[in-house]
Structure formats: structure tokens, C-alpha cells
């Protein structure tokens, strides 16, 4: 994944490819930014899509608190 040739410098990068069975995988991709601002426009200049340098591609998402009680105290 190359992000700075595009202008964005994300503090971190995570990919995790989880085996769901039958030769399958299931990836899920983080990104870190260290402003919402810049997540936002990586987001809107991407469409929602993260893709890699071999062709591959995964949907990404804003982060979703799984906690109701923490989703409640904002």
C-alpha cells in the first residue's frame, strides 16, 4: 500500500486476512491518521477502497465502537 505518493501519511497500517474455510480469505484493513480530518479525505479520495500494489482490493469503514455503553457516553 502506497499512500504517500497520494499525499497521505497515516500513522499506522494494519491488514488482517482471516481464513474463513474452502480456500477463502476475509481481510480486514485499519488505517491510523493522526487528524479525523485527514481520514475523511483519505476516505472521500478513495471511494472506501483500499488498494494494494498487486490489484487487490477491500472495502474500508470508519471504526465502529462494539461497546453500547461506550457508544452511549459520546
Known sequence: ???SKHGF???D????KKNIGMGSTRSFGFIDFSTIEEAKEYMKYTHGVMQFE???ET???FARENDPELANAK
Open 13 to 16: 497500517v494494519r491488514v488482517v
Open 59 to 61: 472495502r474500508i469503514e
Open 1 to 3: 500500500i502506497v499512500l
Open 9 to 11: 501519511n497515516p500513522c
Open 54 to 56: 498487486d490489484g487487490y
